[in-house]
């Protein structure tokens, strides 16, 4: 079964950047499976940002040009790079594939203050 551990998170000012990692082991997989997922309290968990099968990339509306997902198939490792952060990205952040294949890592918080 594939682990997924999350990194990256922390506390920062608004309009600062933040650079997440999800470090894969364990299976076999594609990065472009791969997919960022957010959440906070009292809401459900919500997809942020994915690949495509041609490798385009997909973001959710509210972080499109603010935020990019990358990989590195030779690490088995994805990226999530935020920049211009603002409040309302305060989550948890993990990752998974589009089809939720795996279980989900432990998560990592990213806090952005005003």
């Known amino acids: 079964q594939v682990r997924l551990v999350e990194s990256g998170g922390g506390l920062v000012q608004a309009g600062g950047s933040l650079r997440l990692s999800c470090a894969a082991s364990?299976?076999?997989?594609?990065?472009?499976?791969m997919a960022w997922y957010r959440q906070t309290p009292g809401k459900q968990r919500e997809w942020v940002a994915s690949f495509s099968n041609r490798g385009n990339t997909y973001y959710t509306e509210s972080v499109k040009g603010r935020f990019t997902i990358s990989g590195d198939a030779a690490k088995n490792t994805l990226y999530l790079q935020m920049n211009s952060l603002k409040p309302e990205d305060t989550a948890v952040y993990y990752c998974?594939?589009?089809?939720?294949?795996?279980?989900w890592g432990q998560g990592t918080q990213v806090t952005v203050s005003t």
């Open positions: 998974n594939t589009l089809s939720f294949s795996f279980n």
């Open positions: 364990g299976g076999i997989f594609s990065i472009k499976d």
